[in-house]
């Protein structure tokens, strides 16, 4: 396939969003639930609808994404690098499918997961909740935002993650956003923003202990996550209104993320994801700047980096989505203005081998590990909660490995 020209695909684009937009207005959801207070005993409210309407709203959703994602190959086209790629990432779901129905099911009928947790008025701002069985005293939360490449993320690829810091004590929030062409990066940062303030201003309502609340992104989800903690702590230090606190957030954890967008435009044009429909995503090429938490970090005032909590970047040395090299570069700037940051790399480690392949595999999970080592940093009774029965295997061996070998990402 050849990549799109600049001119009149930006303004297909825009229509294309124009379009998605007013459909997404059309389905608008209620409006923001306010928080209740917990009932006696376990870990929050009831589950205020059935599964039937669980069941319902996965229907709608479906649909919804469905529509835009043709509309979107409507836009792309079909050409040979999007068919193939297509191809192996049904190869790779197909490889890995034994775990992702035992995840699935945990997902859908596990009373430890709170699904579709309204937070926002647009039809994505859903966010899906894992607390811990042993919710005695208040626990940790960690606010979690998924990948997908600004197209296909889904609140519900968090669901592993959510499983197993569940089974180690943490609660776990995995936020929902607007995707393109729904929308673009501009809503994608509002969204996830509106969701860290649902969570740090109702989780003590869950069980969750609104003093022990961290933010992790994964791939893109790094990215807009990054994206919300900067722009907030910018508008904290100029005195602007905010509904949140970059104070409240004890660190951000960012894996497999991009931080200047600048410098992955070309990247992933190689990869297939075209400079003019990656432009339209970003709200154009004047918006890089704004949206590049690195380039933001370096423009900043001492006062907004002074409000920045730890942060701890984590990328796999063989991720050819994007490069490690992005993530040691925004360790780097931000260790340059005073902020505290720090680099895990994990040696060998693809782009989906840290958040799928490792988990399936069962066993100690180092992801895990290394996120509960800062939560439990100073916390000796939270950190002997948190031991757990070790994860069983999920999904062969041989099936990792050929996953691994096939994965699109």
């Known amino acids: 396939m050849q990549p799109p020209s600049s001119g009149g695909d930006a303004r297909e684009a825009d229509a294309l969003l124009a379009r998605s937009d007013s459909a997404g207005r059309r389905r608008r959801a209620s409006p923001v639930q306010s928080a209740s207070p917990a009932p006696q005993g376990w870990g929050g409210p009831r589950r205020q609808s ?12 479906t649909y919804l994404v469905t529509r835009l994602t043709f509309t979107l190959l409507q836009y792309l086209g079909l050409g040979y690098r999007w068919m193939t790629q297509l191809l192996a990432l049904a190869v790779y779901a197909i490889l890995l499918m034994p775990g992702f129905l035992q995840v699935g099911y945990y997902y859908f009928f596990s009373s430890q997961v709170r699904r579709s947790i309204v937070y926002g008025e647009q039809p994505r701002n859903r966010l899906d909740l894992y607390i811990p069985k042993d919710n005695t005293r208040p626990c940790p939360v960690m606010a979690f935002v998924t990948g997908g490449a600004w197209i296909i993320g889904y609140k519900a690829w968090g669901a592993l993650l959510g499983r197993r810091l569940a089974e180690r004590g943490i609660i776990v929030a995995c936020i929902d956003y607007r995707n393109f062409p729904q929308g673009t990066i501009s809503d994608m940062v509002a969204d996830a923003s509106q969701g860290i ?11 969750g202990d609104p ?3 961290y933010l992790m992104g994964q791939s893109a989800g790094a990215h807009i ?5 900067m722009e907030q702590a910018v508008k904290e230090s100029s005195g602007q209104p905010i509904s949140w606190s970059v104070t409240q957030i004890k660190a951000y954890f960012g894996l497999s993320g991009g931080y200047n967008i600048y410098n992955l435009v070309d990247h992933f044009h190689q990869r297939g994801l075209y400079r003019s429909i990656f432009l339209s995503i970003m709200d154009g090429e004047e918006s890089l ?6 380039i933001v970090v370096k423009e900043s005032s001492p006062q907004t980096i002074a409000l920045l909590p730890p942060i701890v970047l984590m990328h796999g040395t063989d991720d050819y989505s994007i490069p490690s090299s992005a993530s040691q570069t925004f360790v780097d700037v931000l260790q340059q203005v005073g902020a505290q940051a720090r680099l895990l790399l994990y040696e060998g480690k693809t782009h989906t081998d840290i958040f799928l392949q490792d988990p399936l595999r069962g066993g100690k999970d180092p992801l895990v590990e290394d996120v509960l080592s800062v939560i439990h940093t100073d916390d000796a009774t939270r950190r002997n ?8 295997r999920l999904v062969f061996e041989w099936q990792l490995q050929l996953a691994r070998r096939i994965s699109p990402f």
């Open 50 to 61: 059935s599964f039937r309407d669980d069941v319902g709203h996965a229907a709608s959703e």
């Open 197 to 207: 303030s649902f969570v740090c201003n109702n989780i003590a309502s869950y069980g």
């Open 211 to 213: 003093n022990q609340i």
């Open 225 to 229: 996550a990054a994206c919300a903690l």
């Open 289 to 294: 700047s704004r949206y590049s938490p690195e």
């Open 385 to 392: 909660i948190a031991s757990a029965p070790t994860p069983r």
